[in-house]
């Protein structure tokens, strides 16, 4: 019912930024809580952050003060990531919870490599 398509991954600098984007389709009247999620190469993927319709938002302690979640309309949040370090290195993926049809859905992750 709903597809989520992440953008904005790529290469950059230790202390640089990156703004990913993640736009949703379908059921989007369905969705409360999206958010972002990330998976380094031999760890559990872990949330960064999240925010509801009512813009409430959670950050995980790693991120806070660098990254920011937004939630531009129904069916497009961003991350804006500043300061970033070698340990932001991941594949970050969107994700969106339907209260209609209580599952998650999950887009297809994009990569973020942060090194010199």
């Known amino acids: 019912q709903v597809q989520l398509v992440e953008s904005g991954g790529g290469l950059v600098q230790p202390g640089g930024s990156l703004r990913l984007s993640c736009a949703a389709s379908g059921d989007i009247w369905s969705l409360n809580t999206m958010g972002w999620y990330r998976q380094a190469p031999g760890k559990e993927r872990e949330l960064v952050a999240d925010i509801t319709v009512g813009g409430r938002i959670n950050y995980a302690d790693s991120v806070k003060g660098r990254f920011i979640i937004s939630r531009d309309s129904a069916k497009t949040i961003d991350l804006q990531m500043n300061s970033l370090k070698p340990e932001d290195t991941a594949v970050y993926y969107c994700?969106?919870?339907?209260?209609?049809?209580?599952?998650?859905?999950w887009g297809q992750g994009t990569q973020v490599t942060v090194s010199s």
């Open positions: 994700n969106a919870w339907s209260v209609t049809l209580l599952r998650a859905y």
